[in-house]
């Protein structure tokens, strides 16, 4: 059924709808008219049978705001070309404030580059933009591809968006290690579940109605700290963390509750709060063996 999610290339269409509603927003974090191309009526008819909008609009309108300002902050720092890798129905090459002979290369699925292809025929990117279809979970094409791509820049960023969770930790492991091996890819950012939210995931409405077609398999351990020693065992070591709880209350977007939920977390202690401010977030990653320490 078009309202499901069947394969795990169906979530980009499921989150873009939420791209879509922070656009119409008068306060928006971000305006991405082109999602609302891309999605149609699959991206509404998904999120509708997923459930819980408010939380998930929350949640990737601040996962959005929080990437696009890791890059841009990244090009100013030097990074002269970008590889999205599982793109999905990202638009930043169209809406980002990006150089015209900046570099831009977005690699997924072949059905997911055909269908943006042609969407976006008439639509004018930014910059250079590449779209090249492969499937990452394909050991020799992966690293072929991460060798040739290597080749492109010479200060380049990796972004893997809302795609580790649903990779395998050897998947992820095996990611890592390509992705240190290449000389100039300098920098990655990668998404970041503790395992406070794991816990609570497991037993989301979410998670079981993914777990079908696009389950949730990335979990490096139970304590806080075995993420960053996950990937300081592949070469990676945290730059930066920013997480969502926290950059939404600086915004003035805190976590989103009913109103009973609100008057509690009014009054309640900031230490019973940060586990559910530092959740989730996103990491900038750099190269290093150095396991840094995750506060929560």
Known sequence: MAEQIAHVSDTAFWVAWYRWLETQRKDALFHDPLAGKLIGDRGRKLARHMGIERAMAWSMSLRTYIIDSYILEAIAGGVDCVINLGAGLDTRPYRLDLKPDFLWIEVDFPNIITFKNETLADDQPVCRLERIPCDLSQDTARKALLADLDKRGRNILVLTEGVIPYLTNEAV???AKNLNEQNHIRHWITDYFSPFFLGLAARGAIVKQLQKNAPFRFNPGAEPDDWPRFFAACGWQIDRMRFVGEEGRKLGRDLPANWLMRMMMRY?????????????????????????????
């Open 173 to 175: 492991a095996a990611l």
């Open 268 to 296: 309640a202690k900031e230490e019973r709060l940060r586990p559910y401010r530092r959740m989730n977030g996103y990491a900038l990653l750099k190269k290093g063996h150095e396991a840094i320490p995750i506060e929560v």
